[in-house]
């Protein structure tokens, strides 16, 4: 197949994320690179809502239905920014965020050509590894991921509260599950392969980076952060490579890719440039409260844990703030105010930790454990040289050099001192990736929220770690700049932004393309050909088996076999249901059970022809090659695994091979 192949979902899937969020943040003032930058977070918010609308209504989730659903939202959003352009106008001053995010037409050339370069960062590697734009990602997320787009195409259902629920054989029919990024890909057009696949290229080269170009310019107000935040977050591998590749683990990959358009917005709704509105003014508290507030909940709706990390950084920054409110009120004897405000603060505490310790939600996703004790120097010696995304000797150091030397920047008397957030959420994040490692011990429980996995919670560094290597770049090229008496005649702006140039084009030199090598060959894992790292589910051979489904089944065969040893891949390759959907063996229902530890007695045991003819199980998938040969294969699935018998052929007739595996239609039942 061709790569041209991916132009169709990649464009399908870009317009979803942009344009409904753009739309609205255009309707409602937000101008610029700002609107860009946050359309994503938007876009999620209102697929979220539209996916439990149309659910309560009993609509089919289709391109349709979301373009009529936008109409009267957007128009909300026009009343609103009319509402705040006329509390502008009655004050003689400009709208708020109408002139500070516009993109100029020399700049926006500039921008363009480094998020090609941030956009060419991360795909050339990325397709490198795929190796083919339909390949089929073999990995334990990927597996429920792939089954769960083919769910929301033959339902019609993508609402968070349920969607999900035909992934579960014993669940409630409204179980909750971040379905948002399935439902988003399930309207790109090609087979799921492709589409999933799509949706990395989209978030990797696009979301991303376009999050990263709206931080860099509301940081500092300096073009050249703009510039060089989104080429230097490209090159970090622990996010989007580490989760969107190695780990498959693509809602919170969407949430972690909406979240620095959010903080952007963040950023951008707590400043007054001169000629706006005051933070005080009705309209603009409402507005900007609102338009905070559809960000936040589309970075949530995509994954709770994506929520979570953008509290992560907005927390330190918002308590910076609060303290320096506080310390003004207290000096000008304000002092009942402050201790009103400190216990009203308390009490939203508690009741968050209460609300979250009561939601049975919660409480599964921080139970996971992970059996990890690495001793925090070596937790941040990894994070910090992003690792291991990166070769162990001496890690992404260019990016590690400039990380250090922008937070020093930024920590120095006569730094930037209203940036100095990023110095506390950036140490927020190593402290809790050093939780989730195990190096703090008890305290692990704060890295909960992230399924207490370090790489999720290390995913959210490259987000600080991005402006903060820009402002080492910006403090590196200023230096030698000034020193560079060849470039002098250009003066001290276009020497540094030279200087800075040649540094980016020698440190993605020396680290071969940002460790592109490295990062190709970690993203090869995990596709065919070759042995797949964690096990293969499913060899060439297999894999032609399973795509031969629609010419030897009947549409409505249900298919029955070890999920991680292929078995699974039948319903989002070939459209045919399968007993098992996914590799998690929570959560099943008696009769999935009973075949599961049960099916090799399936001449001798009544009890296993009944819970076939009550699952509708028409067809038996075995593949007979074992962990020592290199596949992956389920520990405790004994009615899966066992090899068929003499006594079982009696009531199996072989339908096709391929490789190591059979597929047999059940005449037993």
């Given amino acids: 197949m061709s790569w041209w192949a991916l132009a169709v979902p990649v464009a399908a899937i870009a317009a979803l994320l942009l344009g409904p969020g753009w739309v609205l943040l255009r309707a409602s003032g937000v101008r610029g690179l700002l609107a860009l930058a946050a359309a994503p977070a938007v876009s999620l918010a209102y697929l979220g809502l539209a996916g ?17 659903g936008l109409v009267p939202l957007a128009a909300v959003a026009w009343l609103c920014g009319r509402w705040l352009r006329r509390s502008a106008a009655g004050r003689r001053l400009p709208g708020p965020w109408s002139r500070r995010h516009r993109l100029g037409g020399r700049r926006s050339a500039v921008l363009a050509g480094a998020l090609l370069a941030a956009a ?3 795909l050339v590697p990325y397709l490198l590894g795929l190796g083919a734009p339909d390949a089929v990602v073999q990995q334990w997320d990927a597996v429920f991921h792939a089954s769960g787009v083919q769910l929301v195409r033959e339902t019609g259902n993508a609402s968070v509260l349920g969607a999900m629920a035909g992934q579960y054989g014993a669940a409630p029919a409204g179980v909750y599950y971040p379905a948002v990024w399935h439902g988003l890909v399930s309207l790109a057009p090609g087979s799921v392969a492709l589409v999933t696949n799509a949706s990395v290229v989209v978030l990797g ?5 376009l999050g990263l170009a709206g931080l860099g310019r509301v940081l500092t107000g300096r073009w050249s952060l703009t510039v060089w935040t989104p080429v230097l977050g490209a090159a970090f591998g622990l996010f989007p490579s580490r989760i969107l590749v190695e780990l498959s683990q693509f809602p919170l990959g969407t949430a972690l890719a909406a979240v620095p358009g959010a903080l952007a917005v963040w950023i951008a ?29 589309g970075v949530a709706a995509a994954h709770g844990a994506g929520l979570f990390s953008f509290l992560l950084l907005v927390g330190p920054a918002a308590l910076l703030r609060l303290v320096r409110e506080l310390r003004r009120w207290w000096r000008a004897g304000r002092r009942r105010h402050v201790a009103g405000v400190l216990v009203l603060l308390g009490l939203l505490v508690v009741t968050g930790v209460g609300l979250a310790l009561a939601s049975p939600t919660f409480r599964a996703v921080a139970s996971y454990t992970y059996d990890t004790h690495d001793p925090v120097p070596v937790t941040l010696y990894r994070t910090l040289f992003d ?60 890295a909960g929220p992230w399924y207490s996995q370090t790489p999720r919670v290390s995913a959210v560094f490259p987000v600080v770690a991005a402006p903060l290597a820009a402002l080492g770049l910006h403090a590196l090229a200023g230096a030698i700049g000034r020193r560079l008496l060849a470039l002098a005649r250009s003066g001290p702006r276009a020497a540094v932004d030279a200087t800075a140039a040649v540094l980016v084009v020698l440190a993605c030199v020396l680290t071969l393309g940002w460790s592109a090598p490295w990062k190709a060959e970690r993203g090869s894992r995990y596709t065919l050909p070759g042995p797949v790292q964690w096990g293969t589910m499913l060899s060439e051979e297999e894999l032609a088996l399973l795509r031969r489904l629609p ?10 076999g070890d999920p991680a040893n292929g078995a699974a891949f039948a319903w989002s390759v070939a459209h045919r249901r399968v007993v098992f959907p996914q590799l998690d063996p929570s959560n099943e229902s008696p009769d999935q059970r009973v075949l599961r530890f049960g099916f ?4 001798t045991e009544p009890a296993v022809c009944e819970a076939v003819r009550a699952l509708g199980v028409t067809h038996f998938y075995q ?6 040969e290199g596949a992956k294969v389920s520990e405790d699935a004994t009615g899966l695994v066992t090899p068929v018998t003499e006594e079982m052929l009696a009531g199996l007739e072989v339908v096709d091979r391929g490789g190591t595996a059979t597929l047999y239609r059940i005449t037993a039942c």
């Fill in 387 to 446: 690792l291991p995304t990166a070769p162990v000797v001496p890690g992404l150091w260019p990016l590690a050099l400039l990380t250090v030397l922008g937070a020093v920047r930024l920590a120095r008397r006569g730094g930037p001192e209203r940036e100095r957030w990023l110095l506390w959420s950036a140490a927020a994040v190593l402290l809790v990736t050093s939780a989730a490692a195990g190096g703090l011990g008890p305290v692990r429980v704060l």
């Fill in 52 to 68: 439990l609308v149309l659910d309560r209504a009993g609509l089919r989730w289709g391109w349709g239905p979301l373009a009529l």
């Fill in 120 to 122: 060419a960062t991360f």
């Fill in 600 to 603: 090799h007695q399936l001449m």
């Fill in 269 to 297: 709704a707590v400043r007054t440039a001169p000629g706006e509105p005051p933070l005080g003014s009705r309209a603009r508290c409402a507005v900007s409260g609102l338009v905070l507030a559809t960000t936040a909940a």
């Fill in 551 to 560: 010419r030897t089944t009947p549409p409505d065969a249900v298919i029955l």
């Fill in 623 to 628: 593949d007979t090659a074992t962990v020592a």
């Fill in 205 to 209: 080269a696009l979301v991303w980076p």
